[in-house]
C-alpha cells in the first residue's frame, strides 16, 4: 500500500520535474511566423506606394506615351518641364493655395476646438455641425459653392444686391478665383483639424487647470503655459497634414474653374492631368508627379523642423 502511494506521487511529480528540467524558450528569439501579421500590410505598401514610385521615377526618364514606353531621353523631360510657363505657373498658384489654406485651417481648427470643448448638447450640436462637411465628396462642395459664387443668381449676389451693388466675380477673377476655391476647401476641411485639437484637449488633466485657478492664472496665462505646450505635438500633426493635403488640389479647382481664367488657378495636379491624360506625354507627366512629391516633402520636413525647434526653444 505504501509503495503504490510512494509509486502515485512520484508519477504525479514526474512532468512537473520534466517541465523543470526541459531548457527554457527563448523569447528573443526571431519567429518569422510573426511575420505573416504585416504581410498584407507590407503587400498592399509595396503594391500602392513603393512600387508606383518606382516606376515613376523610371518613367520620367523615358519618352513615353499610350503606345509604351520609348527611348531613355535623361533628364530631357524635366528640361522640358522647367522650360514650360504654364508648369511654373502652376507651382505658383499651388504654393499660393497652400499658404491660403493651412495657416487658417491650423488656426481657425484650434479655434473652434477651444470655443467648443464643453460637456453641453449646444457644444455637441455645433461640433457635428462643423464636422459634417468633411463626410462631403467634393463634387457636392464644389456644387454648394458654385451656388453661392455664380454671378448675378448666387447667394453671394443676391446678399450684395440687397445693399445695391454688385458682387465680385470670384470665378472668373484672375486675382480672387484662388481665394474661392480656397474658401470652399478650408469649409470643407475644418472638421479634421478641430476634431483633432479636441482628442488633444480633452486627454489635459483637469488638475492642472484647477492648480491654475488657484494661483490666480488668466485666461491667457492658462492657454499659453498650460494648453498650448499640452497640443503641441498635435498642432505639428494638423500642420503636417494639411501641407500634404492642400499640395494635392485637384477637384476643387477643376470642378468649380477648370484652372481658369488664364491658368491662374491651375494647381499642379492638374497640370499633371491634361499633360498625362489629354496630351498622353506620360513621361513628362511622371517628372511633373516627381517634382511634386519633391516640394510636398521638402515642405513637409522644412514645417516639421521649423515647429520642433521652436517647441524646444
Not at 480656397?182 to 492642472?208: K, N, V
Amino acid at each position: 500500500m505504501a509503495e503504490a502511494v510512494v509509486s502515485s506521487q512520484v508519477g504525479l511529480s514526474s512532468p512537473a520535474l520534466a517541465a523543470k528540467k526541459a531548457p527554457p524558450a527563448n523569447i528573443n528569439a526571431s519567429q518569422w511566423r510573426n511575420a505573416l501579421f504585416i504581410a498584407p500590410y507590407l503587400f498592399f505598401f509595396a503594391t500602392m506606394l513603393v512600387f508606383p514610385l518606382i516606376w515613376g521615377i523610371w518613367l520620367s526618364f523615358h519618352k513615353a506615351d499610350t503606345f509604351g514606353v520609348g527611348k531613355f531621353v535623361g533628364i530631357a523631360n524635366y528640361v522640358r518641364l522647367f522650360g514650360d510657363k504654364i508648369f511654373l505657373q502652376s507651382v505658383g498658384n499651388t504654393f499660393y493655395f497652400v499658404l491660403l489654406t493651412v495657416p487658417v485651417l491650423a488656426l481657425l481648427g484650434l479655434f473652434l476646438a477651444l470655443a467648443l470643448n464643453r460637456q453641453t448638447r449646444s457644444a455637441a450640436f455645433l461640433r457635428t455641425a462643423f464636422f459634417s462637411s468633411s463626410v462631403l465628396s467634393v463634387t457636392i462642395v464644389t456644387l454648394i459653392w458654385r451656388i453661392v459664387f455664380i454671378p448675378d443668381f448666387g447667394l453671394l449676389a443676391t446678399v450684395y444686391g440687397w445693399f445695391g451693388t454688385p458682387a465680385p466675380a470670384f470665378l472668373s477673377s484672375p486675382d480672387l478665383s484662388m481665394i474661392a476655391i480656397a474658401i470652399a476647401t478650408i469649409w470643407w476641411c475644418i472638421g479634421l483639424p478641430m476634431m483633432l485639437y479636441l482628442s488633444a484637449l480633452q486627454q489635459i488633466p483637469g488638475e492642472i487647470y484647477e492648480a491654475a485657478a488657484l494661483d490666480n492664472a488668466n485666461r491667457w496665462q492658462t492657454f499659453r503655459s498650460i494648453t498650448l505646450p499640452s497640443i503641441k505635438r498635435t498642432f505639428i500633426l494638423v500642420v503636417l497634414i494639411q501641407v500634404v493635403m492642400q499640395f494635392q488640389l485637384f477637384g476643387q479647382a477643376r470642378l468649380m474653374t477648370q484652372g481658369g481664367p488664364n491658368n491662374t488657378s491651375k494647381p499642379i495636379v492638374m497640370y499633371i492631368y491634361d499633360i498625362a491624360f489629354k496630351r498622353w506625354d506620360l513621361g513628362m507627366g511622371a517628372a511633373a508627379s516627381e517634382v511634386l512629391f519633391v516640394l510636398i516633402l521638402i515642405a513637409a520636413m522644412a514645417q516639421y523642423l521649423l515647429t520642433r525647434k521652436r517647441g524646444e526653444n
